[in-house]
């Protein structure tokens, strides 16, 4: 069993910053890709970044250059620092652990909100 524990959401002004944390225990490999996922009301979940034990990260289009995916030694904390937020940047943030990059894996947090609003 993997256990992915999220904290660092909140509400911000658009513009502003925040940075979530996902803490990962139990049978976790470090080969394991770890990532966030968001999903807003009435859309579907979709891939937010990710990063490989040997820090290659992937990014979605719509937060490249804002958002900035890490991941500590011994490779078992991911980060996701989040700048210049915007309002539809507004979702539930999820982490995941996936066997690879792109993939969704079957291994979630509880998820934490964001919220950017004005």
């Known amino acids: 069993q993997v256990q992915l524990v999220e904290s660092g959401g909140g509400l911000v002004q658009p513009g502003g910053s925040l940075r979530l944390s996902c803490a990962a225990s139990?049978?976790?490999?470090?080969?394991?890709?770890l990532g966030w996922f968001r999903q807003a009301p009435g859309k579907q979940r979709e891939l937010v970044a990710q990063?490989?034990?040997?820090?290659?990260?992937v990014y979605a289009d719509s937060v490249k250059g804002r958002f900035t995916i890490s991941r500590d030694n011994p490779k078992t904390t991911v980060a996701l620092q989040m700048n210049s937020l915007k309002p539809e940047d507004t979702a539930v943030y999820y982490c995941?652990?996936?066997?690879?990059?792109?993939?969704?894996?079957?291994?979630w947090g509880q998820g934490t909100q964001v919220t950017v609003s004005s």
């Open positions: 995941n652990a996936a066997s690879g990059l792109w993939r969704r894996g079957d291994y």
């Open positions: 139990g049978s976790i490999s470090s080969r394991y890709v």
């Open positions: 990063i490989t034990r040997g820090d290659t990260s």
